[in-house]
């Protein structure tokens, strides 16, 4: 059995026109000996568990570890099962050549998608080094990188499909790599999602208990050619031992107070809304 860090290897050797060099934007000329090298002879090395760290700077995030591990639970029990299986539909009918995974954690979605056998080669990074060592643990047959999404270190036109999942976007570099007719699949919380976690984090503030996602829908729209957009509300039930993971999994407890946390903790939530809009948009 491979390696991760040689598995690597051989993915860099095989995608090696994917990817440009995010400090100089020349193409990518190389990869040998566990090193992807530019055409200025900038370079950058695997690491033992088979990943490329592309940020030449330290970029701060609460996006840690143990958030990211309780995040992973939720989604191995099934928390997003109805909306994989609409993502699934969506790119299974598509000619998906190249997914990229922005912004993505602990790698669950991908590898998810990866075991609905949806097709293309897969890509995940994000700027959590914490999130990129978590996602490396995942069985999907994924490259996993540390990465900016406003300084993505892909070449002009060739991606096919982007993931933007909870996450922030930057639509420069969206029109940049995606190829003709690429399309981004953007999930963005709707009003109730987690209403319940709001709720009990944020009991004497009304206003931290709803989300509006309108100034993001409405420049999605404006940057991308709106295809589809769908609604997905549900609820799930969350096990006992499944508690505190649902109380972690989110940046949702960052402001709640100490006493709020201890209720939330002392009080089962049973049911956990899940409320979302799934957009499709082109180049």
Same mark, same amino acid.
């Given at each position: 059995?491979?390696?991760k860090i040689d598995r690597g290897q051989i993915f860099l050797h095989d995608q090696l026109a994917l990817f440009r060099c995010p400090k100089c934007q020349q193409k990518m000329i190389s990869a040998q000996n566990y090193q992807l090298r530019c055409e200025q002879h900038h370079h950058y090395d695997l690491s033992k568990k088979g990943t490329l760290h592309f940020l030449d700077h330290h970029v701060k995030t609460d996006y840690d570890k143990e958030m990211l591990g309780h995040r992973q639970k939720m989604i191995q029990a099934g928390l997003y099962e109805p909306l994989l299986a609409i993502m699934k539909d969506l790119l299974v009918e598509d000619h998906v050549s190249t997914l990229v995974d922005m912004g993505c954690g602990e790698g669950s979605f991908l590898n998810e998608l990866a075991n609905l056998n949806v097709p293309g080669v897969k890509i995940g990074f994000d700027i959590s080094?914490?999130?990129v060592a978590l996602a490396t643990e995942q069985e999907a047959e994924a490259f996993w990188c540390v990465a900016d999404i406003t300084n993505l270190p892909f070449n002009d036109?060739?991606?096919?499909?982007?993931l933007n999942i909870f996450s922030p976007s930057h639509y420069g570099e969206f029109h940049?790599?995606?190829?003709?007719?690429?399309k981004v699949i953007k999930i963005v919380p709707e009003t109730n999602y987690l209403r319940e976690l709001r709720q009990a984090f944020y009991a004497d503030d009304q206003t931290k208990q709803?989300? #509006?996602? *309108?100034?993001?829908?409405?420049?999605f729209a404006e940057e991308m050619n709106l295809i589809s957009e769908r609604h997905l509300t549900y609820t799930f039930d969350v #096990?006992? *031992?499944?508690q505190m993971d649902l109380v972690k999994m989110s940046p949702l407890h960052w402001g709640a107070s100490a006493e709020s946390l201890q209720k939330s903790r002392a009080q089962l939530i049973e049911k956990i809304t899940i409320d979302l809009l799934i957009l499709v948009g082109c180049k």
């Open positions: 059995m491979l390696k080094k914490d999130g036109d060739s991606v096919s499909h982007l940049r790599v995606l190829k003709p007719g690429g709803s989300y #509006s996602n *309108e100034k993001v829908v409405r420049k #096990s006992e *031992e499944l």
